[in-house]
């Protein structure tokens, strides 16, 4: 179990911050929650699901009989679209706010739930017009505006499965997603605002798509939103506008069974193949709504919410479209980057819109408090009432400076974790029930069964150990689009009957749990999951390189950043030139090869790599160097003076 520096002064931390009585009060969440759960964690389940709309109402609550795979609710019938929308609409809401939409250019516009309907309706007989039945897949290529969320709905609406892929990145990983996935369609648009410039999207999936390199796609639909010139394929093509704008508005929401497939979202492992993370209908929506309404206390004729993620990322999909819209609340969308025109746009955003609960991750929460309280304070903020964080571990100074600028020193705090693969949260305070400390994610939610083991397996009950999983959830992934067996070999081999989400963590004296992030070569870099092994495979693409190591290293704002080190081919290192002309270089190509978000911050041109006698690279003397730290123990390398050569170099300035 490797140990994390720091972590001991945590785990002494005593501050401890309630919920105020007048929140306590108008809590959604009571506290019979735990109880109830604990009591009968099924019926507990079957209970939330109920909550939900189905055709065909369910009889059987989970069927694990053929572990690790998971049915939940499995003969019940039920619409995701019809859950998010036309219940609303049928049960007189449709004239309540959805969406509030803010383009980062300025142009805003807005849809209630009614008018969504409408235009998920009509995107539906669109796409179904070009071919879409249930059960294809879709890529959803796409800039956050609302005709992203529209082209999900309206996806799942004909029980097709979405494949949505972050705009961020390139043709070749576009291309790798589309064929893994088979898609049929791609919607995408002519550009979307970010950092006040137009990103090119439909370049990108010409790119990925030309010579028939995804013989799978039949269509490609295009939203014109950026105003980019785009190149037009007649055999392909179709505008947004030209296809949707006419569609009629009448289209019934037909039922299907509760495990049939939602979407597909593309995660980085271990290995250099992003795994396509399978979820299914039913149990999804129940998890994602039950925790979206208590984890955040939604109270959804009042509160105006904003969860800053984008589309393309889980956090997107379980709390910007599925869990906001099943819980009928209004939210804001916002287009952009957060110092676009300047760093107050999310500040104007709360105060123009009076946001009452944001979510959001700790490198924004860092990059705000690095840059002074003096932003936020030119704002009225006050309408804020709960704050929520994911993605990595929130350091105790960025949770106080969020509480206090952000939260006006009231507001609770609800540090959630969770993954791709859990589709919704998992482990969080409850906002009007728990007394928080900062940095603590708390305790698992009421539900869910969680363990932190020892390297034997051994149930820890303080301490360090691996965070499992041990009892199946509604909203689990059923598995890795197209690989059975890599889903059990990756999750469910290293400790037998539970799942294993990658994750150290550790217990304090009160049974709180602090996560102390992933013990795998995942690396987080704000936020973004990315492989070790993706971007040296990428590195090692480039016809300079011999071999690549990459680690994740400390970084105050990003959590982690990526950090190479290289050994250049021996008959190129004259052609590949400085190493600060080679470092660009590479750099652009993984930005080329994964996409931008995946860019080293620092490669390194080593002469030898520290490895094994067996010849596994020792990452973790790497990120020694990587974190200018003392080298670790070298007496398990084959060659023990490796890494002498290599600091010896990086002394003599040699670096990036
Ligand atoms: C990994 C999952 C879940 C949405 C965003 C990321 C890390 C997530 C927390 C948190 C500490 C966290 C874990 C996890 N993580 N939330 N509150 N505290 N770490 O989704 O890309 O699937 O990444 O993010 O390491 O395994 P993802």
Not at 88 to 94: D, F, L, N, P, T
Not at 428 to 435: E, V
Not at 441 to 459: F, T
Request: aromatic share 8%.
């Amino acid at each position: 179990m490797p140990e994390k520096s720091g972590i001991e002064n945590l785990l002494h931390e005593t501050r401890r911050f309630s919920p105020s009585s007048e929140f306590v009060a108008q809590a959604v969440a009571k506290p019979e929650l735990y109880s109830e759960a604990k009591a009968d964690r099924l019926e507990f389940w079957a209970k939330q699901a109920r909550a939900l709309h189905w055709h065909k109402p369910f009889t059987k609550t989970l069927d694990f009989s053929n572990a690790p795979f998971a049915s939940w609710f499995e003969d019940g019938e039920l619409n995701v679209s019809y859950n998010t929308l036309d219940r609303h609409v049928i049960e007189g809401r449709g004239d309540r706010i959805a969406i509030y939409f803010e383009g980062e250019n300025g142009d805003t516009s807005t849809y209630t739930y009614a008018q969504l309907l409408t235009e998920v309706k009509k995107a539906a007989n669109a796409f179904q017009t070009l071919g879409l039945v249930s059960g294809d897949r879709v890529a959803i290529y796409m800039p956050m505006v609302p005709e992203a969320v529209i082209a999900m709905l309206a996806t799942v609406r004909l029980g097709a499965i979405h494949s949505v892929i972050f705009g961020g990145f390139s043709a070749e990983s576009l291309r790798s997603r589309i064929n893994d996935a088979e898609a049929k369609l791609i919607i995408t648009a002519d550009g979307g605002y970010r950092k006040g410039k137009v990103s090119a999207l439909k370049p990108a999936v010409d790119e990925a798509i030309a010579d028939s390199a995804c013989p799978s796609v039949k269509a490609v639909v295009v939203l014109k939103r950026g105003g980019n010139e785009v190149s037009w394929n007649q055999n392909l093509d179709h505008w947004w506008s030209d296809v949707v704008d006419s569609a009629s508005p009448e289209h019934e929401a037909k039922a299907f069974g509760a495990e049939h497939p939602l979407f597909i979202l593309y995660t980085s492992g271990t290995t250099g193949k992003p795994k396509g993370i399978l979820h299914t209908s039913g149990g999804y929506l129940t998890q994602a709504t039950f925790t979206h309404k208590n984890v955040f206390d939604i109270h959804p004729t009042k509160d105006i919410y904003w969860c800053t993620a984008d589309v393309g990322w889980i956090t997107g999909h379980t709390y910007v479209v599925y869990g906001p819209l099943a819980n009928g609340v209004s939210q804001v969308i916002y287009e952009g980057t957060p110092d676009t025109p300047d760093w107050g746009r999310w500040w104007k955003i709360v105060e123009k819109y009076k946001v009452t609960i944001l979510y959001t991750a700790p490198t924004a929460i860092r990059t705000f408090m690095k840059l002074g309280r003096e932003i936020p304070d030119k704002y009225d903020l006050s309408s804020i009432r709960v704050l929520g964080s994911v993605g990595e571990p929130i350091n105790p100074e960025a949770w106080i400076w969020y509480r206090d600028v952000i939260g006006g020193n009231n507001a609770p705090i609800v540090d959630t974790w969770w993954q791709t693969e859990t589709g919704a949260i998992m482990i969080s305070p409850l906002p009007g029930i728990t007394a928080t400390k900062p940095g603590s994610a708390m305790i698992p939610l009421p539900g869910i069964s969680m363990e932190i083991v020892d390297d034997a397996g051994k149930k820890v009950t303080s301490g360090g150990g691996y965070l499992t999983i041990t009892e199946p959830w509604p909203s689990m992934l059923r598995g890795i689009w197209g690989d059975n067996e890599r889903y059990k070999e990756t999750y469910w081999s290293q400790h037998p009957g539970k799942y294993f989400a990658g994750d150290g963590a550790k217990l304090d004296t009160d049974g709180d749990v602090w996560i102390l992030g992933r013990v795998d070569d995942v690396m987080n870099v704000s936020g973004h999951r990315l492989s070790t092994a993706e971007i040296e495979s990428a590195l090692v693409s480039h016809p300079f390189v011999a071999e690549a190591a990459v680690v994740g290293a400390k970084d105050e704002t990003t959590g982690q950043a990526v950090v190479a080190f290289v050994i250049l081919r021996s008959d190129q290192v004259a052609a590949a030139g400085s190493d600060s002309d080679v470092s660009k270089l590479l750099r652009d190509h993984v930005a080329k090869e994964i996409g931008a978000i995946a860019k080293p911050r620092t490669i390194m041109v080593v002469a030898e790599l520290p490895k094994t006698r067996s010849g596994k690279i020792m990452r973790r003397l790497l990120r020694d160097v990587a974190e200018d730290r003392p080298i670790g123990d070298v007496t398990t390398l084959a060659d023990t003076s490796v890494m002498s050569v290599i600091t010896d170099k990086l002394e003599a300035g040699a670096t990036d």
